[in-house]
C-alpha cells in the first residue's frame, strides 16, 4: 500500500497508474538549475543540478503532448537545456544547443521552454547543452501512449523504471573541460561509471547508497534505459536474465532477446525484464566499450546496481555479476547494435525514403591543430592539439549570437553555407598509417542548406587519421533510419545493396563503427536550423559537428514558427 499526497490508499499497481496520471496532468514545469553538494567515491563537491537532484527530474507526457519547462538559472554558469530525441516541429527555438539555436540562459535569467512532442513514443531524455554542464544535468523522458489508443505493441509491464548510466570525476567537470582546452589533449578520464547516479558495491564508499531494483518474481518491468555518459559506449546486462529491447530512442523495435546491450552516450533503449529466477540478489552491471589502446586512457572499472526479488529467502552473500563483453570487443558491440530493427507492421508502418534527393558523404575524423600556446607545446601528437572534423571541416561556433538568430533574422557573416557534400580528398580512410599532413582540418562555421522535404541519404565514413574510433552521431529535429553499416570504406557500388530499407532501426543518433562507416536516411520535412554533432562529448568539444538548415517548405504549416518572447540574448 502506498499513500498518496492527497491521503487517498490504493494498491501498488493502481497507484503507480493514478501518481502517473496525477503527474503528467501538469504540463508546466519548473527546472531551477543550482549547485548542490553531492558525495560519490569518498569524496564530496559541488556539481550542477536541476532541482538540486542527480540524477535530474524526470519528464512524463503522453504522445503528442506539448509541455512548458521554466528554466531558471540560480547556478554561476551559463547554461542551455536540450530535449534529446524530441522533434519539435518547426519549432527549433527551444532546442537548447548553446550558439546553435539560442545563446545561454546567464546566472539570474530563465527562459520558458515550450517542447512540443508529436510522434515520439518511449523512452528520451533532456540533457544541458553548453560546456560540459550535462555532466550532471540530466534526467529520463517518458512518453507513454495517449491513453484511449493501441497502447504498448507489447504487453503492459508491471512497472517502469528509468535506468540512467552516467560517468562521474571527482573532479570538477568544467575544470575537466578547460583542462582538455587548455593542453589540448585527450580529457581526463571519468573516476566512475554509473547507475541512477551510484556507482555500486565494486567501489570505494558507494555499497550503502547502490541503486536496488525491487521486484516480485513472474512480474515484467519495463527499464528505460539511457547512456548519459559523456565519453563512453558502455555494454550493460543483468546477471541470470535476458533484455527484450522492444524501443530505441523513442521508437518501438521488433522485440529483440539478448543477454546484453550496448550503447552509446546519448541513446536510450527500452527493454523489458522478466523477473523469472529464484528470488535473490542479482548485480545489474555496466562497463566500457572503448578502441582506446593505451590503458591510461581508459577506465575498465565496472558500475553496479542491485536486483532484489521480494520474498522470504536468505539472500546470497555475494550476487552473481553478469557477464559483459571485455572492454575491446568491438565483435560484440556491433554485434547487437546491428541487430536491431523497426517495428514496421500495419500498426507501426514506417516510411524510409528511397527516392533520394540530397546526397551526403562525410568522413568523420580526429585531426590535429597546430598548438598554440605559451609554450607552443600541447598533449596531442608530437605536441600539436587534438580537433575533430566532419568532411575535413572543424566547426566553430559563433560566439555573440545563435546561428538560428541569424538565419532568421538574415544577419549576413555569421556563417557560410559550404558545408562540402564529399570529402576534399580521397584517400583509404581505414588504412593504418596515414600521412601527417591529412590530419590538419579547416576551420569554420560551414552550415549545409537542405530544401524542404527532400529525401537525404548520409554516408558517414570513419577515417584512421590520428586515431581510428567509434562515433556516434546525433541529429537534432529528426529521427533517421540506420539502413547499413560496416567496416572498412564505403563501397558505393556493393554496399547499397545490403541496405535495410523493410525495417531499418529508427534512431537520434547512429554508430559508425571504428575503421568503419554507417548511412543513415531521413526526409527534411522540419523546417529550422537542427545541429549534428558527435556525441562523444570531447569530440563535440574539437569541432566534429555542423548545422544543417531545412529550408521553408510552401504552405504556412511548412514553415519555420515565430521566436518566443523570451529567447536568451547573447
Ligand atoms: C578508474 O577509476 C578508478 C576508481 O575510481 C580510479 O581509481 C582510477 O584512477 C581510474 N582509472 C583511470 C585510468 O583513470
Ligand atoms: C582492469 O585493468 C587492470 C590493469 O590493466 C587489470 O589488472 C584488471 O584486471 C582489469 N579489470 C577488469 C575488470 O577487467
Ligand atoms: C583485447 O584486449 C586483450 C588484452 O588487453 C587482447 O589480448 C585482445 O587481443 C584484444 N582483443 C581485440 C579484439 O583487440
Ligand atoms: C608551459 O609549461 C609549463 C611547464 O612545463 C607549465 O607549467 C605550463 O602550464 C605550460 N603552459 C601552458 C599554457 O601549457
Ligand atoms: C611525429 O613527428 C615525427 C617527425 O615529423 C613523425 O615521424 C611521427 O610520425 C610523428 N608522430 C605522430 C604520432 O604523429
Ligand atoms: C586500405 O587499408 C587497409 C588497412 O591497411 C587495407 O586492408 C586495404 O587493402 C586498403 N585498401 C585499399 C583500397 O588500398
Ligand atoms: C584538410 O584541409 C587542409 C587545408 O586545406 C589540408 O591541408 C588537409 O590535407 C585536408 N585533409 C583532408 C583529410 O582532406
Ligand atoms: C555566457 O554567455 C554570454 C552570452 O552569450 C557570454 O557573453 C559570456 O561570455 C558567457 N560566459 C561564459 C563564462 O562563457
Ligand atoms: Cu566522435
Not at 293 to 298: H, S
Not at 370 to 394: F, I
Not at 535 to 552: D, P, Y
Request: one cysteine or more; hydrophobic letters at 35%; aromatic letters at 12%.
Amino acid at each position: 500500500m502506498l499513500r498518496l499526497r492527497n491521503g487517498t490508499f490504493c494498491l501498488k499497481i493502481f497507484c503507480f497508474q493514478l501518481l502517473f496520471s496525477l503527474r503528467s496532468a501538469s504540463n508546466d514545469h519548473l527546472f531551477v538549475v543550482k549547485e548542490a553538494s553531492y558525495t560519490r567515491l569518498c569524496s564530496t563537491k559541488n556539481i550542477l543540478t536541476v532541482n538540486g537532484q542527480f540524477p535530474g527530474p524526470t519528464i512524463r507526457v503522453f504522445t503528442g503532448d506539448t509541455i512548458f519547462v521554466e528554466v531558471s538559472n540560480e547556478g554561476k554558469e551559463n547554461i542551455t537545456i536540450h530535449w534529446h530525441g524530441v522533434r519539435q516541429p518547426r519549432y527549433p527555438w527551444s532546442d537548447g544547443p548553446a550558439y546553435i539555436t539560442q545563446c545561454p540562459i546567464k546566472p539570474g535569467a530563465s527562459f520558458r521552454q515550450k517542447i512540443i512532442f508529436s510522434e515520439e513514443e518511449g523512452t528520451l531524455w533532456w540533457h544541458a547543452h553548453s560546456d560540459w554542464s550535462r555532466a550532471t544535468v540530466h534526467g529520463a523522458i517518458i512518453i507513454q501512449p495517449r491513453p484511449g489508443t493501441a497502447g504498448y505493441p507489447f504487453p503492459e509491464p508491471n512497472a517502469e523504471v528509468p535506468i540512467i548510466l552516467g560517468e562521474w570525476w571527482k573532479q570538477d567537470v568544467t575544470e575537466v573541460r578547460n583542462e582538455l582546452l587548455r593542453t589540448g589533449g585527450l580529457p581526463a578520464t571519468s573516476d566512475a561509471f554509473t547507475i541512477n547516479g551510484q556507482p555500486g558495491d565494486l567501489y570505494p564508499c558507494s555499497s550503502s547508497e547502490t541503486f536496488t531494483l525491487t521486484v516480485d518474481e513472474g512480474k515484467t518491468y519495463l527499464l528505460r534505459i539511457i547512456n548519459a555518459a559523456m565519453d563512453e559506449m558502455l555494454f550493460f546486462s543483468i546477471a541470470n536474465h535476458d533484455l527484450t529491447v522492444v524501443g530505441t530512442d523513442g521508437a518501438y523495435t521488433n522485440p529483440l532477446t539478448t543477454s546484453y546491450i550496448t550503447i552509446s552516450p546519448g541513446q536510450t533503449l527500452d527493454v523489458l525484464l522478466q523477473a523469472n529466477q529464484n528470488p535473490n540478489l542479482y548485480y545489474m552491471a555496466s562497463s566500457v566499450y572503448s578502441t582506446v589502446v593505451n590503458l591510461d586512457f581508459i577506465n575498465n572499472t565496472t558500475a553496479t546496481a542491485v536486483l532484489q526479488y521480494n520474498g522470504n529467502y536468505t539472500p546470497i552473500s555475494s550476487p552473481p555479476l553478469p557477464y559483459l563483453p571485455s572492454r575491446n570487443d568491438t565483435n560484440s558491440a556491433f554485434q547487437f547494435i546491428g541487430s536491431l530493427r523497426s517495428l514496421a507492421n500495419e500498426d507501426h508502418p514506417i516510411d524510409v525514403p528511397l527516392d533520394i534527393t540530397s546526397s551526403i558523404f562525410s568522413t568523420v575524423s580526429l585531426n590535429t591543430l597546430p598548438c598554440e600556446n605559451d609554450n607552443n607545446s600541447c598533449e596531442g601528437p608530437n605536441g600539436t592539439r587534438l580537433a575533430a572534423s566532419l568532411n575535413n571541416q572543424s566547426f566553430v561556433e559563433p560566439s555573440s549570437i545563435a546561428i538560428l538568430e541569424a538565419y532568421y533574422e538574415r544577419i549576413n557573416g555569421v556563417y557560410g553555407e559550404n558545408f562540402p557534400d564529399f570529402p576534399p580528398y580521397l584517400f583509404n580512410f581505414t588504412a593504418d598509417d596515414l600521412p601527417m599532413i591529412l590530419q590538419i582540418p579547416k576551420q569554420g562555421t560551414e552550415v549545409k542548406v537542405l530544401d524542404y522535404d527532400s529525401a537525404v541519404e548520409i554516408n558517414f565514413q570513419g577515417t584512421n587519421l590520428v586515431a581510428g574510433t567509434s562515433h556516434p552521431i546525433h541529429l537534432h529535429g529528426y529521427s533517421f533510419f540506420v539502413v547499413g553499416f560496416g567496416f572498412g570504406n564505403f563501397d558505393e557500388e556493393k554496399d547499397p545493396l545490403n541496405y535495410n530499407l523493410i525495417d531499418p532501426p529508427l534512431r537520434t543518433i547512429v554508430d559508425v563503427p571504428i575503421s568503419g562507416w554507417a548511412t543513415v536516411r531521413f526526409r527534411a520535412s522540419n523546417p529550422g536550423v537542427w545541429f549534428m554533432h558527435c556525441h562523444r562529448e570531447e569530440h563535440l568539444t574539437w569541432g566534429m559537428k555542423t548545422v544543417f538548415i531545412v529550408k521553408n517548405g510552401e504552405s504556412p504549416q511548412e514553415r519555420l514558427l515565430p521566436p518566443p518572447p523570451d529567447v536568451p540574448p547573447c
